[in-house]
């Protein structure tokens, strides 16, 4: 009986160990979309420097550096999100989080500030993949497909 006890109450934490890193990731790639929509309309890429890994937060300049060569910049709000799936590795230090995702977007005169496009609605099939540096999880990649 006691051994019963014992394997029961291990898989219940188990479990809530594994819902508590799903709740982690997924909050992770909520706050990475809230401050990418902030680094391309200010335009800075060191905000995203507490959600990425060294890689991705390469890739976002990269980007923010074309958009500041065409003195534009990007104004994007997240209109919708769904969490497909998430996967975090048995050792917790690598995971990947699907989602679909709607978004507005349109670019700006840096100057000016004035919108030189129209708003436009896009849709995606993201795959955050994560890795945990410094103790917390950081966006290390994103597969972008476009609905």
Wanted: aromatic share 10%; with cysteine.
């Amino acid at each position: 009986m006691t051994n019963k006890i014992l394997i029961a109450l291990f898989i219940c934490l188990t479990l809530l160990s594994c819902a508590k890193e799903d709740i982690e990731v997924k909050n992770v790639v909520m706050a990475y979309n809230k401050m990418i929509a902030e680094a391309l309309s200010k335009p800075d890429f060191r905000v995203m420097e507490y959600f990425t890994s060294t890689r991705e937060l390469l890739r976002i300049e990269a980007y923010i550096t074309y958009l500041k060569k065409d003195r534009k910049l990007m104004v994007s709000d997240l209109k919708k999100i769904e969490f497909a799936e998430t996967d975090v590795s048995k050792g917790r230090d690598k995971a990947a989080v699907k989602t679909l995702e709607d978004w507005t977007f349109y670019y700006i005169d840096e100057k000016t500030r004035q919108p030189i496009t129209k708003e436009e609605n896009i849709s995606y099939e993201n795959t955050y993949h994560m890795i945990k540096e410094g103790g917390h999880w950081v966006v290390d990649k994103i597969d972008i497909k476009e609905k």
